[in-house]
Every structure is written in structure tokens, then in C-alpha cells.
């Protein structure tokens, strides 16, 4: 990819490379870096992944960006189509395939769009576009529309309808659209800005083909939460955590007392024959309980996903996510916290519920206030329509199913309503969860594998003990021991004694320093802990192969307290490595 110098004022400016398309897009995000990285690297990683011209291409299609010292991903994970026809509508809107290097005599900054807008607006009469481009660009040199230019206009830019006259002659006829004015005043209208930040806001959030109800499950430490939070980076969520005391008005919304100071107004008093004694009259601050409903997780993203719903549709636009990620889902009791909200769990192919049920008094009232009044989630004077969400819908007050919706009489979860949920597989004997509730989820499950820091790159955390003097201990021989390689063997033993992969653990059950070292108190009050009281003791001490050591000449069984020195605040390091020793060299009786 030989770096490029800015051509001179009037080169050719229109990319000919390929017609942009969605699985183009796709297939160009997948083979570029997701993160930001110096040119000479990014050219050195790319190396034969061109062919021909596809990297003029994605640069020109603004999937990536350099500027001379640094590569810009415009993308930092992978698309699907739909979201990739979204970003083709967003962007193309501005430049349309326009070479970002080359300069031409318009007032819309490199927006071809708006320039053949104004040429046809000041030359009514004028429809050739091989002319038109001619005037815009200033230039004598010949130019040449192509078949590219001409799709891409014709499906990106919504305001300009061509026709081709005589391909042979490169004659095509070009008109404005009845309703251009409206979609240039709506959509065209942005100020100058530099190449690369054109597109920077454009947000692509769709989540369309991902389920909208769904756990990720897995031993603990393997970073369901960070996977959640790395797909939901640049959506609204609303997050929560169930535990043993979570029921429906901690989940979705209750009334709750609250103080509250009044105005009392002092009136004067009127006693016998029409004496009267001025109580200083007037008015004074007097404190008064009164109950509010007060939303919770649940309602809060429920508001937010229907007025996301309701401004995308009146505007047009794309429609933004609403996640609710609930942490932990299994240290609840589901049923008793889901309540009614149950039934909505079911979902159509359009995403909505597939049966609406009618609210309470109380949350009927709550929804609808939000609706008039609550500054996070008023409607103002859009409405929402969702007339086709629930097939054959017949309200129970004569009204129309949007109406009811916005109303509160009728809870219905919008299609762009997310709700995920975390579930440790060492806790899920918590509080079951029963069929019928699991049928209503996708299931993710989330493996045991080797961390990785946000570049991708492998992490080389390793356990370094050391003794009160701070000298490093020798582990077999060795300095330290790799982190990975202990859980792999850890890990081995656990499913053999639980025949269960539930009580395993992931890279991240613990972090690392700074260093990527995880010391001695770290070690034994975390993980022996964990192994001590969560697994061996729920699944026996038979091996002694683990649980004896020797001292003075004399076996003894080990304990957890035999993990610390006497006086119980430092970790024994002696104990510690000679368990870890034990575990490294550990075959299974079976073997």
C-alpha cells in the first residue's frame, strides 16, 4: 500500500475502485485491525491481505483512517450486513464515494450530493450528469461516469433519480426527487468538518440478529461481564444485580415513602363575639411524608427502549438499543422478582412480546407519567406506533394498541429492548431456574480460556511467592508459575473430583498487579479459599496426594488455616508452594 500524495485540483474524484456494498464493507471490517496502531505497523500487518485496489477502497469508504503517523480503525469489531447497509446509507449520504485527497471548486466541502442538488436548483433545464459533474469539478479533462457512480447515487442518495440514456455514449439524465427538500434539510445538514470525524458519529447499533433475551454462563472468572460490557460499548444500558432479597418493586418499581416540605398557609382564628387573634399570619415550611413511585432497572429500560422506539420511528432513522443486563441472575429467585413480566419474555419474529399484558393500577400510572412528564423519557408530541407489533390485538378500552401502550395500560417490550443476564455455573444452586423460564432465554456459553489484554494480545500472568525478606521463592525449580498453566491443572482436578466443569475456575477469578504477578495473600485468600470451601469441602479430602505435608518428620493433614503463620495475618509460604508443587505434579488415581 504505497502511501498516496493529494492530487492536484481537478483530478478525478470519484472512487472506481468497487460498488460499495454491504458484504464488501463487511468482508474489508473483517480483514482490518480493530485499534489504533502507528502506519508503519498497520502496513507490515495488512502485507498481502490486499488485492488490486481494495484498500483504496476501504479508505475511500471511510473504514479506516491515517494520518501520516497513526492508523484509525473506523470499526473495532466485525459488522453484519445489516449493520453494514446502515453505515453505506449514513456516510454515503455525505460524500459518496468521493476521494477524500482530492479537492474541487464547491461550497459543500467534497459533498457531490449537494452540489449537483444546488447546480440542478440554479439550472432547472440542465439533466446531464456527464455535464453537470464537468461544472462542479472545473476541470477539461475528460470525465467519465461510470456504472459505479451511477448505482451509488441512485440507491445511497434518496434525493437525485438517473436514468441512463445511452450507455455506449455515456449519456445519463439526472433529476431531483419530489421530496428532496425535505430529506436535504433533514439528513444533509452538517457542518464542515474534518474527513475522518464525517463518519466518526455515525453510530451503528444495530443488534437485529442477536437474541434479545439471553444468559451467559460460565465458571466464574471467565469474563462473562467484560464480554457483555464489550459488545454493549456504545448502547444505553441500564444494569442491575439480583440477590437472595430482589423481588418485583426492587426490580421493576413501588411506591416508597419520601420527606417532603410544604407551604401551610396561617389563617386567622375566630373566637367568641368576633375576637380575633392574629396567629401571625401568613405562611410556613412544614415537613410531610408522602409516598412517590419510584422506577427501578426494569422500568427504566423499559421507558428508555419506547422512547428510543417512538423518536426513530417519527424521524425515520435507525433505531437505537435499549439493554437491560441483569448480574447474576441465578442468586435471585427469577420467578418471584419477574412476576407477571414473565409472559412478556416471549418474543415474535418482529421482536416484540408475542402476548401484551395489562399493567396494574400503579404501574399503569407510573408509565404513563414518565411518558407526559419525566425529563429521561417524555414523549412531547411524538406517539407511538406500533399498531402491527401483536397480531390481531384487540384492546380492553376500545383504543388502539399504541394508545394503550403509550397510555400504560398495556406492558409490551419494544423489539430494540435487550435484556442480558450473567449466571456463574459454581452458584446456580442458588435459586433454580425452572424450565419454563430458561426456555424463554438463548444460552451463551462462556469457556475457560486464556485472558487477553484490549489489544488482543495474549496475557502472561504468572504466581510469584515470596518470603517475609521478599526473596522470590523457587517453585520446582522455577522462579514463578505461570498462571494459565496452574488453572489448566487446578482445573483438572476439580472436574475430576465434581465430575462437573461447575466449580472450575476462569483467567480472570483473580487479577494480577501491574506486574502480572499474583503474590502469595492473593493466592491463599482468594483462590485456596475458594478451593477450600466451595470444592474440597462439598467434594472430600480423600487425595492425600494433596492434602498432607510433612514437618518435623511427622505427616499431617493439610488445612486451610496451615496456609498463614502463626500469627495469622501473612500466608506461610512454605505451605503454599509446597501445595502448589503437589498440584502441578497431580494424576488422577483413574489414570
Sequence with gaps: MAKRKSPKKGSNFICRVANPSPEKVCEYVKRLPKSIMSEKSFRAYMGKKWFQNEHQAAEQWGLYYIDGTNYYPQFNRELDLQEAELYLYGWLKRLIVINPYT??????????????????????????????????????????????????????????SLKEIDQKAELFSVEL????????????????????DLFKNIKITSHQDEP???????????????IINENTEEDAVIRTTFHPDSDYSTFVGSYKPAPEIRDVQVVPVVVNKGAKFDLNKGTYKENHITYTFVIQAFLKAYLGAWKKYAEAKANNTSIDPQFLIIEEINRGNCAQIFGDLFQLLDRSENGFSEYPI??????????KDAFENHNDYKLGPIKIDAEKAVKNYTSNYGATLSEDIQEGRVLLLPPNLYIWAT?????????????????????????????????????????????????????????????????????EIIASMTSSADKQLGYFFCKADSNGEIGKDLLVNKVIF?????????????????????????????????????????????????????????????K
Excluded: C
Excluded at 395489562?358 to 408509565?367: E, S
Design 103 to 160: 479537492k474541487f471548486d464547491t461550497t459543500n466541502d467534497n459533498n457531490l450530493v449537494l452540489s449537483i442538488v444546488e447546480h440542478l436548483e440554479k439550472q432547472p433545464l440542465q439533466h446531464d450528469l456527464k455535464t453537470i459533474l464537468r461544472d462542479i469539478i472545473k476541470t477539461k479533462k475528460p470525465f467519465i461516469v461510470n456504472d459505479i457512480l451511477f448505482n451509488t447515487l441512485n440507491k445511497y442518495s434518496e434525493v437525485l
Design 423 to 491: 449466571m456463574n455455573t459454581s452458584d446456580q444452586s442458588l435459586f433454580p431456574i425452572d424450565s419454563a423460564f430458561k426456555r424463554r432465554w438463548e444460552w451463551k456459553y462462556i469457556k475457560i480460556k486464556k485472558g487477553k489484554d484490549e489489544k488482543g494480545k495474549d496475557l502472561d500472568w504468572k504466581i510469584v511467592i515470596k518470603d517475609e525478606s521478599n526473596n522470590t521463592v523457587k517453585i520446582d525449580g522455577n522462579d514463578s508459575l505461570l498462571w494459565w498453566d496452574f488453572l489448566n491443572k487446578i482445573n
Design 212 to 226: 434479545r433475551q439471553q444468559i451467559f454462563y460460565g465458571a466464574p472468572g471467565t469474563g462473562k461481564s467484560y
Design 358 to 367: 395489562d399493567a396494574d393500577t400503579d404501574l399503569q400510572k407510573a408509565v
Design 530 to 590: 475458594y478451593l477450600w470451601n466451595d470444592v474440597f469441602k462439598d467434594y472430600g479430602f480423600e487425595d492425600a496426594k494433596l492434602f498432607k505435608y510433612e514437618e518435623g518428620g511427622e505427616t499431617k493433614d493439610l488445612t486451610f488455616p496451615m496456609f498463614f503463620d502463626e500469627d495469622g495475618e501473612n500466608a506461610n509460604h512454605t505451605r503454599l508452594v509446597d501445595f502448589l508443587e503437589k498440584v502441578m505434579k497431580w494424576k488422577s488415581d483413574s
Design 177 to 196: 426527487k419530489p421530496n428532496y427538500k425535505k430529506i436535504i434539510n433533514t439528513k444533509y445538514n452538517m457542518n464542515k468538518k474534518d474527513y475522518f
